[in-house]
């Protein structure tokens, strides 16, 4: 099946008509297992910052420049970036022009890590990439990520550049989110050490860091977020490391690693995030992240009568999620982009 350009996308989503069928259990698929082959770093020297933000480790340098954040430690399971951020501030790295920082975001998630159960110190109480919407901030409800959040802000809201490490759970190719304002796209070409570029809108469920306004309004700040590979692999820290040089490293004066200027050279854009509407949301096969299958209208997932179908020919998966509960993202789909503006 093959469609031209301008055909139109197919429903993502048809509820099947047939009720014979809504009497079959959905189809179970066997997981992928996971290695735990990191421990979590020892981040006791930055714990209480040193510009006045616990977790907050500041520098700045002679000349003017701009502020880059790297942040970590935003999903306390995610530890592949705060191992290196904790190497590069043992080794002393500083910059000679503008600002750095440096964010290890929710060290009390991390704490709560255990091998055995590697899955829950995701965070303490909520997930902290869902809280950064300005009313959320301003609001009065209180839980241990949003006044995190709350306390980090006025570091996000001087940042100039930023990126925000993360990792993934499920098998899939690594990559760079951007939102769609123009400046975070064109950050996220320029990121080293990762071969494809992923624009979406964020999630319904809450707003990233990268989506606060700062970042998504047109203008000259910019946010990426890079999945950097899986959670507890040596190989996701080598790839954080190359994508904070290529960050860091000019206004540092460090050399970037021949490894780390290899930037995107697949642009996508997401145009529809499939939210798991029933807790028996089953993919039909155990699909990698960035696979990208040829024909639409190929069955992706049972959502409990829904079938979810990919709506155009080569369509990417973004960051399937294997068993996602009721109400969080299961999948997106996304198609080549043109380039940034
Ligand atoms: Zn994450």
Redesign the pocket.
Known sequence: MTCGPDEAPLPVRVTRPTPFLDRLPPPVQPLPRWRVDLTPPDIAPWRAGNCGIPGVMHYEGRRPGPHIVCVSL??GN?FAGAIVLDRLLRARIRPRSGRLSFIFANPEAMDLFDPRDPIRA?CVEEDM?RVWSPATLAGSRAAHELDRARVLLPVILTADRLL?L???LWPGDPLILSGLATAGREMAQRIGGVATAVADQGHPSGCRLIDHPRFSDEGPAAAC?L?AGQHWHESTVSRAMQAVMSLIGPCCGLPVPASGTSVPQRDMMVTDVVTARTGAFRFVAPFRGGQVLPARGTLVAHDGRDEIRTPYDRCMLVMPNLRPARGHTAVRFARAASSPA
Request: glycine letters at 0%.
């Open positions: 935003i999903h995610e995701r990439n925000d993360h990792s993934m977020l999945e």
